[in-house]
């Protein structure tokens, strides 16, 4: 059965962040996948799972600008509650950032402000760390950056390469984003408008319970 809150998911590659979501989905709707990537991997698994799919090729529309603008429009044409970036490998425009600052969510590799960009798996074996993780966030203008939701943390193990580390962190990913999603859309997350996440008690516990570091143990 469809459920009342609306979610757009973002993605460019392979996505099993996407996967977990759709699997996981308690208290919202997957209503479309859009990529920027036509051969995307995650947009032929949202097709077999029966969810509208949108791609949009810079190739035919002749510019970045142009086939951003078409995500955009077509990733607002339902008015979705939540707009969900799941390996999505695109610089969202800073103008489309501040007019939905609260409505669109990412999932980064890294214990934010840890590593942000690329490579946080090699960054964080090489400055010697012992712990990594992931961090789901609301996306400000800036990339990887914005109000921190909730983070996962994993060892780093000696032997371990970057590989290993992204294959172990996945598995981490796959419950934290689903877990941040439902809460959110089930009120029991918000983002005030003094930019600071708040938690009913009830997410707080569910957060200690599964592990799940949320903003206020990272401050
Ligand atoms: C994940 O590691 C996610 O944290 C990052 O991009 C990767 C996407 O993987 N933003 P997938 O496409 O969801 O499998």
Same mark, same amino acid.
């Given at each position: 059965?469809?459920?009342?809150?609306? @979610?757009? @998911?973002?993605? %460019?590659?392979r996505g099993s962040n996407f996967e977990s979501l759709a699997e996981q989905a308690e208290?919202? %709707?997957?209503?479309? @996948?859009?990529?920027?990537?036509?051969?995307?991997?995650?947009?032929?698994k949202a097709s077999s799972l029966g969810i509208p799919i949108d791609a949009f090729s810079q190739k035919e529309l002749g510019s970045v600008l142009a086939q951003k603008e078409a995500i955009y429009s077509s990733a607002l044409e339902s008015s979705p509650d939540?707009? @969900?970036l799941a390996g999505y490998m695109?610089?969202?425009e800073p103008d489309f950032v501040t007019k939905n600052f609260g409505k669109v969510i990412n999932i980064h590799p890294s214990l934010l402000p840890k590593y942000p960009g690329l490579d946080t798996h090699k960054r964080?074996?090489?400055?010697?760390?012992?712990?990594?993780?992931?961090?789901v966030h609301f996306v400000d203008v800036e990339v990887d950056t914005g109000p921190v939701i909730a983070q996962a943390t994993c060892a780093i193990e000696p032997g371990d390469t970057?590989?290993?580390l992204s294959q172990k962190l996945l598995t981490f990913?796959?419950?934290?984003?689903?877990?941040c999603v439902n809460q959110i859309a089930a009120g029991e997350i918000s983002l005030g408008l003094d930019r600071k996440v708040s938690y009913s008690p009830a997410s707080r516990q569910s957060a200690k319970e599964n592990g799940f570091?949320?903003?206020?143990?990272v401050a």
């Open positions: 059965m469809a459920k009342d809150f609306s @979610v757009v @998911v973002l993605l %460019s590659g208290h919202f %709707s997957i209503t479309k @996948v859009i990529s920027n990537k036509v051969k995307a991997l995650g947009l032929r939540l707009i @969900v695109q610089i969202l964080a074996i090489d400055n010697g760390d012992t712990l990594h993780g992931c961090s970057p590989d290993s990913e796959h419950k934290l984003y689903p877990w570091l949320v903003s206020l143990d």
